[in-house]
């Protein structure tokens, strides 16, 4: 099982960014897929949530109007689009499912 994580960088307040993980090692369009954001010394927060078919999706209230997770089975890729990012969401953003994630990507919200 692998995933990985692109499409994080510096941003401004208020900016978006659309985040992708490739997955590989599984049967991707059987799994509901996770984004999840975690800093140091803190615990695993899942912002995110899509069914397996994609038709089913779960945010966090603190994302909610904001983040939008989609899926693409056929490439066995998950998004996630960031819009209206505030430095407080400067952490890195890690895809997955049952526990297994992907190395991250790190996103910066930062003037």
């Known amino acids: 099982v692998q995933f990985v994580e692109s499409g994080g960088g510096l941003v401004q307040p208020g900016g978006s960014l659309r985040l992708s993980c490739v997955a590989s090692?599984?049967?991707?369009?059987?799994?509901?897929m996770t984004w999840s954001r975690q800093s140091s010394g803190k615990e695993r927060e899942p912002v995110a949530h899509i069914s397996a078919a994609g038709r089913s999706t779960n945010y966090a209230d603190s994302v909610k109007g904001r983040f939008t997770i989609s899926r693409d089975n056929v490439i066995n890729t998950v998004y996630l689009q960031m819009n209206n990012l505030n430095p407080e969401e400067t952490t890195v953003y890690y895809c997955g499912y049952g526990g297994y994630w992907g190395q991250g990507t790190q996103v910066t919200v930062s003037a």
């Open positions: 090692g599984f049967t991707f369009s059987a799994f509901a």
